[in-house]
């Protein structure tokens, strides 16, 4: 509950959250980040194709008072990504203060006249967050249970409790879970069907009529919903099953995240379409080599992370399985840097639709194996590691991550120089 004091915020260019950057496929970009923070941060370009040191992981360290430029060549599909600050062992706090922001990138398929893609009429951001306010209005940062914080107040693109009023007759809503430690099971008041047009990486095959979707925390997707004239509907985070019993994980929690409200005539939206692009599949047959992964509350394969250990090293432009299996009592999920990948299989069943795509964080629930195919791009450099983690940030923050180089064959892994240095 808030008695409206002001919450200490931290923010990009304003007091929360940040500006929506979008990018188009191919294009060259550059991003000047100025730390005007009392301490060092950096920010993380979440879901990006990229060099490893415009990845913006906890190597590359902003002082307060610095500016860091890094530029790079946009290269993969349009997608909803995102950024937020990736500081060694407090992203969880500088996420929780307020930093975060969408990063929309843009080809002609995402942009297309057959999708609803009017930014802020019919193309709309949603960054979902949960906060907890004292009795003065500031942000609550103890209280972690289990998978971490679990605010009581929703905060939807920074605001509490907004509403949305639709001028189309097709609105496409670009939902990202940007809470620190909670995942939300969305769906309409009235449980009508709405169609997955495109997961973290980009565009589905084909849209995908669901009446829920989960997202843990970083992941995206985008979804297209129908009302009529004059309509009313909220969409909601349901109750889910995190397969935790007993251990909190706010999976029992519901929230109204938005109240939907039709004007009394419609914008007409064209119909859509059967196919939305072709993913290119990356052939597990191809892959070189497969690695284990064992995910606990605070490690990975018995290893803490180490910022000066390099943890895998794997050749460029070839083609891996990552087998990640949960074998704590806790949720957790799994991100990788500086790619995209495809899920091969969930307890060895193919994945449904919604996560046949691309994609670059999969929630991993207590026991679950997944297998996961994955090319690692151009870029090489042996003494800078991009980074593979839960992304529930507390478990992150603990330990539950690890770092990989990607050499020329026959290379080895060389000396972490950089990032020693945080408190
Ligand atoms: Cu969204 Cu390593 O992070
Ligand atoms: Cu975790």
């Given at each position: 509950?808030?008695?409206?004091?002001?919450?200490?915020?931290?923010?990009?260019?304003?007091?929360?959250?940040?500006?929506?950057?979008?990018?188009?496929?191919?294009?060259?970009?550059?991003?000047?980040?100025?730390?005007?923070?009392?301490?060092?941060?950096?920010?993380?370009?979440?879901?990006?194709?990229?060099?490893?040191?415009?990845?913006?992981?906890?190597?590359?360290?902003?002082?307060?008072?610095?500016?860091?430029?890094?530029?790079?060549?946009?290269?993969?599909?349009?997608?909803?990504?995102?950024?937020?600050?990736?500081?060694?062992?407090?992203?969880?706090?500088?996420?929780?203060?307020?930093?975060?922001?969408?990063?929309?990138?843009?080809?002609?398929?995402?942009?297309?006249?057959?999708?609803?893609?009017?930014?802020?009429?019919?193309?709309?951001?949603?960054?979902?967050?949960?906060?907890?306010?004292?009795?003065?209005?500031?942000?609550?940062?103890?209280?972690?249970?289990?998978?971490?914080?679990?605010?009581?107040?929703?905060?939807?693109?920074?605001?509490?409790?907004?509403?949305?009023?639709?001028?189309?007759?097709?609105?496409?809503?670009r939902l990202l879970n940007a809470s620190t430690a909670r995942s939300y099971s969305?769906?309409?008041?009235?449980?009508?069907?709405?169609?997955?047009?495109?997961?973290?990486?980009?565009?589905?095959?084909?849209?995908?009529?669901?009446?829920?979707?989960?997202?843990?925390?970083?992941?995206?997707?985008?979804?297209?919903?129908?009302?009529?004239p004059g309509e009313r509907v909220v969409l909601h985070s349901y109750p889910q099953d995190l397969?935790?019993?007993?251990?909190?994980?706010?999976?029992?929690?519901?929230?109204?995240?938005?109240?939907?409200?039709?004007?009394?005539?419609?914008?007409?939206?064209?119909?859509?379409?059967?196919?939305?692009?072709?993913?290119?599949?990356?052939?597990?047959?191809?892959?070189?080599?497969?690695?284990?992964?064992?995910?606990?509350?605070?490690?990975?394969?018995?290893?803490?992370?180490?910022?000066?250990?390099?943890?895998?090293?794997?050749?460029?432009?070839?083609?891996?399985?990552?087998?990640?299996?949960?074998?704590?009592?806790?949720?957790?999920?799994?991100?990788?840097?500086?790619?995209?990948?495809?899920?091969?299989?969930?307890?060895?069943?193919?994945?449904?639709?919604?996560?046949?795509?691309?994609?670059?964080?999969?929630?991993?629930?207590?026991?679950?194996?997944?297998?996961?195919?994955?090319?690692?791009?151009?870029?090489?450099?042996?003494?800078?590691?991009?980074?593979?983690?839960?992304?529930?940030?507390?478990?992150?923050?603990?330990?539950?991550?690890?770092?990989?180089?990607?050499?020329?064959?026959?290379?080895?892994?060389?000396?972490?120089?950089?990032?020693?240095?945080?408190?």
């Amino acid at each position: 509950m808030t008695t409206g004091g002001d919450a200490d915020t931290w923010g990009y260019n304003g007091a929360l959250l940040g500006p929506t950057l979008r990018v188009r496929s191919g294009e060259q970009i550059r991003v000047n980040v100025r730390n005007d923070l009392d301490e060092a941060t950096t920010v993380h370009w979440h879901g990006m194709r990229l060099p490893a040191a415009c990845d913006g992981g906890p190597h590359q360290k902003i002082e307060p008072g610095a500016t860091w430029s890094p530029t790079w060549k946009v290269f993969q599909p349009g997608a909803t990504l995102w950024y937020h600050p990736h500081p060694h062992g407090s992203t969880e706090v500088h996420v929780y203060r307020g930093l975060g922001g969408m990063l929309l990138v843009d080809d002609d398929e995402t942009t297309s006249e057959h999708l609803p893609h009017r930014y802020g009429q019919d193309d709309i951001p949603l960054i979902v967050q949960d906060k907890t306010f004292d009795e003065f209005g500031k942000f609550v940062e103890a209280d972690r249970r289990g998978v971490g914080m679990l605010g009581t107040t929703l905060l939807v693109n920074g605001a509490v409790g907004p509403t949305f009023q639709v001028t189309s007759e097709l609105t496409r809503f670009r939902l990202l879970n940007a809470s620190t430690a909670r995942s939300y099971s969305f769906g309409f008041s009235d449980d009508r069907p709405f169609h997955i047009i495109a997961s973290d990486g980009g565009l589905l095959d084909a849209p995908v009529s669901v009446d829920r979707v989960r997202l843990t925390p970083a992941e995206r997707v985008e979804i297209v919903v129908r009302m009529a004239p004059g309509e009313r509907v909220v969409l909601h985070s349901y109750p889910q099953d995190l397969g935790a019993p007993g251990i909190p994980t706010g999976a029992d929690d519901q929230f109204d995240v938005l109240p939907l409200i039709a004007a009394g005539k419609l914008r007409p939206s064209p119909q859509l379409p059967h196919r939305l692009t072709r993913v290119r599949r990356l052939d597990p047959g191809t892959a070189v080599a497969t690695r284990d992964f064992e995910l606990r509350s605070d490690r990975i394969n018995d290893e803490h992370m180490d910022m000066a250990r390099i943890d895998q090293v794997v050749t460029v432009d070839t083609v891996e399985i990552w087998h990640v299996t949960n074998v704590s009592l806790v949720p957790h999920n799994f991100h990788v840097h500086g790619m995209q990948f495809q899920v091969v299989s969930v307890d060895e069943q193919p994945p449904p639709a919604e996560l046949a795509g691309w994609k670059d964080t999969v929630f991993a629930p207590p026991g679950v194996q997944l297998r996961l195919v994955m090319r690692f791009a151009k870029y090489s450099d042996p003494d800078l590691p991009y980074m593979y983690h839960c992304h529930l940030l507390w478990h992150e923050d603990a330990g539950v991550m690890g770092q990989f180089v990607v050499v020329k064959p026959g290379e080895e892994a060389g000396t972490v120089t950089t990032g020693l240095d945080w408190p």
